[in-house]
C-alpha cells in the first residue's frame, strides 16, 4: 500500500486532517482549488476560510456540548482550535476569532509542514491508479465535476440541493400527558410517531403565526437552487390556505387521541430520530423561519410548550452524503474502500463539527497507513457520539446535517444502570463532566 495521503479541500476539515496524519508522520499531498476555480462563497484564497460567521460558537465545556467538543480537540493537539485560541477575539462565552488573521496562520502551518504537499488545483477524478489512500473534504460546495466523480462512487442520485431540515426536539422535554403514541390507523408497530393535537383555535392561532413570523432570505447563490414539494417549507404550504397543512403534514385522520379518546382537529407528529430515542424531528416541519420564531410558534404546539429544541429548521443547498448508508465505521466508503470522507460533506453542520471529523478521518487513514489499530473515541465522548450518529446511530431513511448536542450521547447512568433523571444545567453538566472524563482516559491508553 501506498504510503502517501491525497486529501482534496483546503478548509477547516481538510486541513484538520492533514495536520493529524502529518503529525503523525503520514506524506500527504493536500489539493485546493482555489483560485484555479472560485466558489459563490469564498472571497479568498487563504485555506480554511471562514465563509459564514467568524463565531465557533459556544467554549463552555462544562454545560454544551459544542464547549466539550472545543475541549476534546484541545486534548487531541487540534491544529484549528489551537489557531482559533491563538487568535480569539472578545465574544462573551463564544469562542470567536480574527477570520483573517486565523486563515492566514492555518495556511502558514499547513504550508510549513515538512509532511505536507499543498497543492492548487482543482481535481475532477477519482480514479488515478497511484491514489490509495484517499480523503474527500470538499464540504457543502463541492465542484461539479467532483460532484459527479462521487456520485460515480457511491451511487447518490444527487449531491447538489436543498436539504429541507425539519425542528428536533429532546424527547424528554416533550409533555407526554398531552401528546401521545400511535401511527395512523396502527400502522407498523402502531406506536411510531408522537402526536401532538390541536382543536380548531389552536389550529387556527398557528396557521396566523406561521403566516407572520420572520423569515430568512436565501442567499444569492442558493436562488437558482429548486427545492421541490417534498420539501417545501411549511410557512409556504401555510400561506396556499388556512386549510393545506390540515390536509397535508398535520391531517389528523386514523389517529385518536389516546387521553381523552376524541378526534383532534389537526395533528403535529414526530419520528424518531436517532437510535437512543433521545431525539425525535417534527414531521414535515422544513422551514425558513428565523430561529427566534421558530422557538416561539413551534411552542405553540400542544406537548411542545416547553420543548427544547437540538437543532432547529432550515432549508438550504447543500452537498452531503447519506453516510449511515454509505460509510463504514471509519467513514470510509463501503464499496470504495480507498476513499474516505471528512467535515460537512458527511451530514455535519458547524465549524468545529466538520474539523472535529476531518481531524478523526486524517488520523484514521495515519493509522490504515502504519498498520496499526485504531480504536474510535467511546461513545459517550463528543467525538465519539457525532462519528457514531454519523455512521450508525442514525436513521438513514431521515439523514439530514447535525450540529453535535448531547442528545447524540448515550443516557446518563446511576451504578445501578438505570438512567438518571436529571434536568436542565445539571444534566448537561453531567454530559459534559462523563465526556471528558471518558476523553482523558480514552487519550491515556492510546498513548
Keep these: 500500500m501506498s504510503s502517501e495521503l491525497h486529501i482534496i479541500g ?11 496524519a502529518a503529525s503523525l508522520g503520514i506524506e500527504v499531498v493536500l489539493y485546493e482549488m482555489r483560485p484555479t476555480r472560485k466558489t459563490e462563497v469564498h472571497k479568498t484564497e487563504t485555506l480554511a476560510e471562514l ?63 515538512p509532511n505536507i504537499t499543498l497543492k492548487r488545483e482543482e481535481i475532477t477524478s477519482l480514479d488515478n491508479p497511484d491514489w490509495e489512500n484517499i480523503i474527500i473534504a470538499t464540504g457543502p460546495l463541492t465542484a461539479e465535476p467532483l460532484a459527479e466523480a462521487i456520485k ?37 408497530d402502531g406506536k411510531d410517531y408522537i402526536n401532538c393535537p390541536m382543536n380548531k383555535s389552536q389550529y387556527e392561532a398557528f396557521i396566523e403565526a406561521l403566516n407572520a413570523g420572520d423569515k430568512m432570505m436565501f442567499k444569492e447563490w442558493e436562488e437558482n437552487t429548486p427545492y421541490f414539494d417534498g420539501c417545501m417549507p411549511i410557512e409556504i404550504m401555510a400561506s396556499r390556505g388556512p386549510e393545506t397543512l390540515r390536509f397535508g403534514p398535520m391531517k389528523p ?14 395533528v403535529v407528529q414526530l419520528r424518531q430520530d436517532n437510535k437512543l430515542g433521545s431525539l425525535f424531528n417534527i414531521v414535515g416541519f422544513q422551514t425558513k423561519l428565523k ?34 448508508r454509505l460509510l ?24 468545529v463539527e466538520s474539523a472535529a471529523i476531518g481531524g478523526m478521518a486524517g488520523k484514521m487513514a495515519a ?20 462519528l457514531t450518529h454519523l455512521t450508525s446511530g442514525a436513521v438513514s431513511d431521515s439523514f439530514q446535517p447535525m450540529n453535535v448536542n448531547f442528545g447524540l450521547f448515550p443516557p446518563l447512568l446511576n451504578a445501578d444502570n438505570k438512567s438518571r433523571k436529571l434536568r436542565g444545567r445539571d444534566r448537561k453538566a453531567a454530559y459534559a463532566s462523563r465526556s471528558l472524563s471518558s476523553m482523558e482516559q480514552f487519550l491515556e491508553v492510546q498513548s
Aim: glycine content about 8%; some cysteine; proline content about 4%.
Design 253 to 266: 385522520v386514523g389517529l385518536t387521541n389516546a387521553h381523552d379518546k376524541s378526534r383532534p382537529y389537526a
Design 367 to 386: 493509522y490504515e497507513i502504519l498498520a496499526k489499530q485504531w480504536h474510535s473515541p467511546p461513545e459517550d465522548t463528543a467525538h465519539g457520539a457525532l
Design 291 to 324: 430561529y427566534a420564531e421558530q422557538t416561539r410558534i413551534f411552542r405553540m404546539i400542544p406537548g411542545l410548550e416547553e420543548a427544547e429544541f437540538a437543532r432547529l429548521g432550515g432549508l438550504h443547498r447543500n452537498t452531503f452524503i447519506n453516510t449511515p
Design 51 to 113: 465563509v459564514c460567521s467568524n463565531s465557533f460558537r459556544s467554549d463552555d465545556h462544562q454545560s454544551n456540548a459544542v464547549g466539550v467538543l472545543h475541549q476534546e480537540m484541545r486534548m487531541m493537539n487540534s491544529l484549528i482550535m489551537q489557531i482559533a485560541d491563538l487568535y480569539k477575539v472578545p465574544a462573551g462565552g463564544a469562542l470567536a476569532v480574527d477570520r483573517e488573521l486565523f486563515a492566514r496562520e492555518v495556511e502558514h502551518r499547513i504550508a510549513s509542514h
Design 152 to 188: 460515480a462512487k457511491t451511487g447518490e442520485a444527487d449531491l447538489a440541493f436543498f436539504d429541507a431540515i425539519a425542528p428536533i426536539v429532546y424527547f424528554e422535554t416533550i409533555n407526554m400527558d398531552i401528546a401521545w403514541f400511535q401511527s395512523r390507523y396502527d400502522k407498523g
Design 328 to 351: 463504514d465505521a471509519q467513514l470510509r466508503l463501503r464499496s470504495y474502500p480507498k476513499i474516505r470522507f471528512a467535515g460537512q460533506i458527511t451530514g455535519v453542520e458547524g465549524y
Design 10 to 20: 483546503g478548509g477547516l476539515a481538510g486541513t484538520e486532517a492533514a495536520w493529524q
